[in-house]
């Protein structure tokens, strides 16, 4: 079974520009999540897309967005970039069901740069 | 605030010795408690998810410990081997679902021969 993709694995961009982030879940989940990892702050949760719905959202400003498709692929979008957003952007899917915990398994994730 | 914290912060370690990595959280409402490993440059990947109702899980050579009461967890690496060179990252979850997720800053362990 293929596991979480993400692409692209790196990318640099400038300020004020935005970014695509894409995340393939492993085929059957249906829950898809997107965390930010930077080494002060360590790995902060930004939303959680559920059968094309935004189900939870983290503290994160408004320009990072995200959306789910039909096939449970999702995107995350950051707009006007700042350098602070400088970080690896990891993607995390599980079956979805909300009864009880269940493991996330997390793609290799998207080293962002900004310059 | 709810709020994971690790320690110790980076360890060094010998291949073939135990070592055991600890977690406090003050997360309220609790749901259950993972431990993931995290290689450099990779995604982080589940060692264990517990409940509040259990004590211990094991995955192999790794067990982990929850005390609900004191709100402290622990993870244990049994005859760490050189593969065992990570991040561990204690991850405490609220509510009934997966999300949201609060995270620890993880504990840096180097396994050398």
């Known amino acids: 079974k293929a596991g979480v993709t993400q692409t692209p694995r790196y990318l640099i961009k400038t300020r004020g520009q935005q970014v695509t982030l894409s995340c393939s879940p492993i085929?059957?989940?249906?829950?898809v999540s997107w965390y930010q990892q930077t080494p002060g702050q360590g790995l902060q949760f930004l939303f959680e897309?559920?059968?094309?719905?935004?189900?939870n959202k983290g503290n994160f400003p408004g320009r990072f967005s995200g959306r789910q498709f039909s096939n449970s692929r999702s995107e995350m979008n950051v707009s006007t970039l700042e350098l602070g957003d400088s970080a690896l952007y990891l993607c995390?899917?599980?079956?979805?069901?909300?009864?009880?915990?269940?493991?996330?398994?997390f793609g290799d994730g998207t080293r962002l740069s900004i310059l | 605030k709810n709020q994971v914290e690790q320690s110790p912060q980076s360890l060094i370690i010998l291949e073939g010795k135990n070592c055991t990595l600890q977690?406090?959280?003050?997360?309220?409402?609790?749901?259950?408690l993972r431990w993931y490993k995290q290689d450099t440059g990779r995604g982080p990947v589940s060692l264990t998810i517990?409940?509040?109702?259990?004590n211990t899980k094991s995955n192999g050579r790794y067990t982990a410990t929850l005390d609900a009461d004191t709100k402290q967890s622990s993870l244990h690496i049994t005859a760490s081997q050189l593969s065992d060179s990570a991040s561990y990252i204690c991850?405490?979850?609220?509510?009934?679902?997966?999300?949201?997720?609060?995270f620890g800053k993880g504990t840096r362990l180097s396994v050398i021969a």
């Open positions: 991850v405490v979850s609220l509510n009934s679902g997966n999300t949201p997720l609060v």
């Open positions: 995390a899917s599980s079956l979805g069901d909300r009864q009880g915990g269940q493991p996330q398994h």
């Open positions: 977690c406090n959280y003050t997360v309220s409402p609790f749901s259950n």
């Open positions: 085929s059957g989940h249906r829950s």
């Open positions: 897309y559920f059968s094309e719905t935004q189900r």
């Open positions: 517990m409940t509040f109702s259990e």
